[in-house]
Structure formats: structure tokens, C-alpha cells
């Protein structure tokens, strides 16, 4: 038996994960995914004797039998499994096919394996059409199918999707940005974008990196000057005395009572000889350099006619909403041009802010500890098989570790403490890249500014949220990348996103 898989009994149903023996395609595309074959809690068996399209890349594939079938693991991304693919030779060409990353779209029939092989699968896939390949020079393929360290595959940012461990954490980090929303959804929060060009310096740190278009139109102004050389003083006088010339030209016919066709061309030769001036004089100004006023950058002549930068926190413009909207959020990249070479930093990460109004600092990380404790719920739900490869690849611990911050209500203590608490490891011998000492109170809004050496002027927006009907409001930054090194246990912050920005390099 080898039944056609059915479409989607209507528009708007997903894939069926249940032990049934019905599957459907994927929506928008003439395959099923692979996950839907073997995520079912029968592994994919109830479904022997369908006819299924898959798609995807070869993981590691062998020619059996003297060349006379060839057995491959496909991978399409939807799941950590590999779904096991059986070719015969009177199909296709099997050297084709076999080697890691090809990437091929076949069909056949699903079918349980032959017992006692030492097989996991509960279904493979006897091929019966190869329907589309995509082969690979495995002379230059650099994604073998022996494991590659985690550092070699950053220099590949364009393959590593392609690898067990770097697809595992992309799934893993869509299911919690997915959860971040949902979360905040059901909590009656909206999500706000706020601007990734900004005017305004959040954390007054100095870290920030600048939006300009004044260094590309001082380069073209300067390639400019050298391929058309400016006009020298001696044109620009030649032009006014052209000017001056013709200005006497159009006197005389007036005073001649020249008829009025000649007065006007005369006229006209005049304006063109002011048009011509104006733009010599004009080109004389022009200098190599940046442009300046007394001697600083003249940012009135930039794109935005000031100066702009990459935010480093969306935490002042999702305020403005806060005190309008109640409950808000945003969750975007932020940039931050500290020089860290460690494995916790990047110059480009993901911040989730929630602002809740009408809320202080108890009932503002009784929110954060609900919404770390949610994302920890969520990935043991949906993402429980790509938590196992994590624990089998990298970190033993790191289910239980979800396991026990879903469960377990969190400590809590003062700032105070905190910093007793790390004096202590000092004294003991632990060392911190930052010095730790106890930092600045908490000063009011514009003592801060002030503070931070920041001028008040450009935060006289912000400040109007206190003068005109200023509400209590709190709110918390989570570093997504943190989030899933937590989830993941993985050590370095540079393999958790897709690709990592940091000094020296900004591959893609
Ligand atoms: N929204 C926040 O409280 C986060 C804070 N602005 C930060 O960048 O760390």
C-alpha cells in the first residue's frame, strides 16, 4: 500500500502531530516536513505504506549492497532527526546523491525497517522518485560531515545552519523570542518598535556607534575636486566681470531706447552670467575634509541635520508609550561599541525592555521572574528534542536547569547585598572584568542626565513625561543572547545568534 497524502483538509489547519495516520503537506510547499513524520509519538510508524515528498539536505549517506541501494540521512531543518532515506540503484544514480550537503527532494513510500538492525527509526523512506538534486563539490565543501569545532564554524556564517548543533539553537532561540510575545501578548502588553536610529544616548556610556552620510559625501566631494578642480580666485573674478560687463551692456540699450526684444535678450545674457557666477563662487567654497564650524563636525549638514547613532536601548522611547499605553514592550537589536573581545558580548544583541506603568520595582520583577520562568516552561514544551541535543552536545545540565528555574520561585536581594555578595567573592579571589564597587543612587531624572554628561536639551522630550502627568513606572532589559546561553548552555555569546557582530568582523 502506498496511499497520496491528502492536502490540508482546510486553509487554516496545520500539520497533524497526533498518532493518526494522517499527514499533510506543508502549506507552501509540495512536501512534508520531517518533523511531521517523526515528532509524532509514534515516531512516524503509523504512517507506513503513505506516499510522502520530502525535501532536504543529505547529513551523511552510504552506497550499500556493492553500489546496489544507498542509504542517506536527510535533514530539512524542521526537526534535530534525520529521517532515514533508502535508494535503490534502478532509481537514480546513487553517487549523486550520497554526498554530505547535497541536498535532494524525493518520493516513496514510508515503511517500518527490518527488526534486529540496531535501527532507532521507526519509519524510513523507500525512495521511489528522485524528483530534484542539488550536488555538492565536496572537493570544497567545508561543512564535512565529522564534527567541526564551534569556532572553525564561524568562519563559515553562511553554511553553519547546515550543522546539527547551530540549527538545534536557531530553533531553540525562535521558540523563545516566539514565547518573549506570547508572554507579554497574554499579559496585556504591546509590543512597540522603537527606533534603531536614534538622537537620544540611553546609557550615556559613550558606546555608541554613529549613523552618518558625511564621510561617503566628503569622499565623493573629494574624488570630485580632484577629477574638476575647483575654480581659482582668477575665474571667480572673470565671472564677475563678465557679470559687471553685461550689467553695462543692458544700461546702454536702456539708456538708447533700444527696442525691447534687445533689451530683453540683453537682459537675459545678464541672468545667465549671474546663474554662472553664482555656481563658480559656489564651487570655490567647496574644501576637501569634513565640513566645519569652528573647528568642530557641522552635523547640520548630515542626513538628519544632526548627529545620529545606533541605540543601545529602546528603554526611553518605549517610555513615552508606557505613559500612554499602560503596559509595553520592545524587543530589537541594540549596538554597543565596546571593544569586548569576550564571550558574552557583541557589538550587535537583541534586548527585550518591557516598561509597565502604574507598577514599582516588587511588582516589576515579580514580571521579570514570571517571563524568565515562562521561556524555560516553553522550550521543555516545544522544543523538548532540540533541549536533548543540547544536553547530549554541550551541556548535561542544561534540562534540568529549565526544569528547576520553571519550577522554583526565584531568591531576591537588595542591590546592597548583591554587592556584599561579590565583595566577598573578591576577597576570596574571584576576579570580575569590571571593578565592583557600590554604584551611583538613584538620582532623579535630571540630575541624572546631568550626571551621565549629557546635554538636557536634546532630552527635553523626555522629560516632559514627568512634567505632564508623570506616572509610577518600572521596567527591566533582558539581553536575549543571555537568555539563550542560559536555555542552551552554550559558552560563547557569538554562536547563539546567527550572525554575531563584534570588533573585527561583521561577516554577510
Ligand atoms: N530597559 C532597560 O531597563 C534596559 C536598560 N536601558 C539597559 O540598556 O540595560
Redesign the pocket.
Known amino acids: 500500500m502506498c496511499d497520496e497524502i491528502p492536502p490540508p483538509a482546510d486553509q487554516f489547519s496545520a500539520v497533524t502531530l497526533s498518532s493518526s495516520s494522517t499527514l499533510q503537506k506543508a502549506r507552501f510547499s509540495d512536501r512534508v516536513r520531517i518533523r511531521s513524520i517523526l515528532t509524532r509519538p509514534d515516531g512516524g510508524a503509523g504512517l507506513a505504506g503513505q506516499k510522502v515528498r520530502i525535501s532536504g539536505w543529505v547529513k551523511t549517506g552510504r552506497e550499500q549492497g556493492k553500489g546496489s541501494f544507498a542509504f542517506l540521512e536527510v535533514n530539512d531543518g524542521s526537526c534535530p532527526a534525520n529521517l532515514q532515506v533508502m535508494v535503490d540503484a534502478s532509481v537514480s544514480d546513487l553517487s549523486k546523491l550520497v554526498a554530505t550537503g547535497t541536498c535532494v527532494t524525493v518520493e516513496g513510500c514510508l515503511k517500518i525497517p527490518p527488526e534486529g538492525k540496531g535501527t532507532k527509526q521507526k519509519v524510513e523512506l523507500s525512495v521511489v522518485e528522485v524528483v530534484d538534486v542539488g550536488v555538492v563539490d565536496t572537493a570544497t565543501y567545508p561543512i564535512p560531515k565529522t564534527k567541526l569545532t564551534l569556532e572553525r564554524l564561524r568562519e563559515f556564517p553562511h553554511l553553519r545552519a547546515r550543522t546539527n548543533s547551530i540549527s538545534a539553537i536557531a530553533r531553540i532561540r525562535h521558540a523563545l523570542a516566539i514565547a518573549t510575545h506570547t508572554f507579554f501578548d497574554e499579559e496585556g502588553f504591546l509590543y512597540i518598535q522603537t527606533p534603531i536610529i536614534t538622537t537620544s544616548d540611553?546609557?550615556g556610556a559613550g558606546e555608541m556607534f554613529q549613523v552618518t552620510t558625511l564621510i561617503n559625501h566628503t569622499e565623493k566631494l573629494e574624488r570630485d575636486l580632484i577629477e574638476n578642480p575647483p575654480p581659482t580666485e582668477a575665474d571667480v573674478e572673470a565671472a564677475r566681470l563678465v557679470v559687471k560687463a553685461r550689467g553695462e551692456a543692458v544700461a546702454q540699450l536702456k539708456a538708447a531706447k533700444a527696442s525691447k526684444e534687445e533689451i530683453t535678450a540683453s537682459v537675459s545674457e545678464l541672468n545667465e552670467a549671474k546663474v554662472s557666477l553664482a555656481r563658480t563662487e559656489e564651487r570655490s567654497r567647496l574644501k576637501p575634509g569634513l565640513p566645519k564650524v569652528d573647528g568642530k563636525i557641522d552635523y547640520s549638514q548630515d542626513f538628519f541635520g544632526r548627529q545620529a547613532f545606533l541605540t543601545?536601548?529602546?528603554?526611553l522611547q518605549?517610555e513615552t508609550y508606557a505613559c500612554g499605553l499602560s503596559d509595553v514592550y520592545t524587543f530589537g537589536p541594540?549596538f554597543r561599541a565596546e571593544n569586548s573581545h569576550t564571550s558574552r558580548h557583541l557589538a550587535e544583541f537583541w534586548?527585550v525592555?518591557?516598561?509597565l506603568a502604574f507598577a514599582d520595582l516588587e511588582d516589576d520583577m515579580n514580571c521579570a521572574e514570571a517571563y524568565v520562568r515562562y521561556m524555560c516552561k516553553w522550550l521543555l514544551e516545544k522544543r523538548y528534542d532540540d533541549m536533548e541535543l543540547m544536553a547530549k552536545n554541550f551541556d548535561k545540565g542544561c534540562i534540568d536547569r529549565l526544569k528547576l528555574v520553571a519550577s522554583t520561585p526565584f531568591g531576591r536581594l537588595t542591590y546592597t547585598k548583591a554587592i556584599e555578595l561579590l565583595e566577598e567573592a573578591v576577597a576570596k579571589g574571584k576576579k570580575f572584568e569590571n571593578p565592583v564597587e557600590w554604584g551611583i543612587d538613584l538620582a532623579s531624572e535630571h540630575e541624572r542626565i546631568e550626571e551621565m554628561g549629557l546635554p538636557v536639551e536634546p532630552y527635553e522630550w523626555y522629560l516632559d513625561l514627568r512634567r505632564y502627568g508623570t506616572a509610577k513606572h518600572s521596567?527591566?532589559?533582558l539581553g536575549f543572547e543571555r537568555m539563550v546561553l542560559f536555555a542552551t548552555g552554550m559558552d560563547n555569546i557569538r554562536d547563539v545568534i546567527p550572525f554575531p557582530r563584534y570588533p573585527g568582523r561583521a561577516d554577510l
Open positions: 540611553c546609557e543601545v536601548s529602546g528603554q518605549v541594540t534586548m525592555e518591557p516598561e521596567g527591566f532589559g
